[in-house]
T-cell receptor, first 113, second 114 residues
Framework: GENVEQHPSTLSVQEGDSAVIKCTYSDSASNYFPWYKQELGKGPQLIIDIRSNVGEKKDQRIAVTLNKTAKHFSLHITETQPEDSAVYFC????????????WGAGTKLIIKP | EPEVTQTPSHQVTQMGQEVILRCVPISNHLYFYWYRQILGQKVEFLVSFYNNEISEKSEIFDDQFSVERPDGSNFTLKIRSTKLEDSAMYFCASRPGLASDTQYFGPGTRLTVL
């Protein structure tokens, strides 16, 4: 079945450095790719998303890139801050569905002061 | 800013009991979803709901599960006879409509089945 792989499972970076989280998806019909941030005890919060007709999208310190041919998409966070520490999930829409999301396993991002 | 709310935040129940998890989606949203997250595992899709009926469901969503929108504001997930393996965080989400892809998630209900 459809699957989303996410790496790394844990990422520790120095405050101020950049963080990159990568995902691959299997369903070539997927056309919507959101990234969610989940803080302890809270539900996932959308931080950025991208559709398949766009290769890159940026929102301040956060950017997402999509390579449809390779079925890869990545989250880039620049100038990391302590409040960026959280679990980040990538997801891909199931191509034939009404935006049912298939999720990656999550990346625990730790920002070291 | 409007947000999805869920109650209760934590539900403890005995195996075999029925539970109802409640969600209030964002007003004027048209699509509603339930997901679950077993501790340490991926978030998994359960069901989507549109126009007062289920539009999609996963293999997890068997006959023990049902959803309802009883009064135009609440969206509920019922588990008829809970099993130990139903212990998980259950997230409700809503989406404005076809013009928007974004699903907005609630804070979740932690269900513990003993």
């Amino acid at each position: 079945g459809e699957n989303v792989e996410q790496h790394p499972s844990t990422l520790s970076v120095q405050e101020g450095d950049s963080a990159v989280i990568k995902c691959t998806y299997s369903d070539s019909a997927s056309n919507y790719f959101p990234w969610y941030k989940q803080e302890l005890g809270k539900g996932p919060q959308l931080i950025i998303d991208i559709r398949s007709n766009v290769g890159e999208k940026k929102d301040q310190r956060i950017a997402v890139t999509l390579n449809k041919t390779a079925k890869h998409f990545s989250l880039h966070i620049t100038e990391t801050q302590p409040e960026d520490s959280a679990v980040y999930f990538c997801a891909a829409s199931r191509g034939d569905s009404n935006y049912q999301l298939i999720w990656g396993a999550g990346t625990k991002l730790i920002i070291k002061p | 800013e409007p947000e999805v709310t869920q109650t209760p935040s934590h539900q403890v129940t005995q195996m075999g009991q029925e539970v109802i998890l409640r969600c209030v989606p964002i007003s004027n949203h048209l699509y509603f979803y339930w997901y679950r997250q077993i501790l340490g595992q991926k978030v998994e899709f359960l069901v989507s709901f549109y126009n007062n009926e289920i539009s999609e469901k996963s293999e997890i969503f068997d006959d023990q599960f049902s959803v309802e929108r009883p009064d135009g504001s609440n969206f509920t997930l019922k588990i008829r006879s809970t099993k130990l393996e139903d212990s998980a965080m259950y997230f409700c989400a809503s989406r404005p409509g076809l013009a928007s892809d974004t699903q907005y998630f609630g804070p979740g209900t932690r269900l513990t089945v003993l």
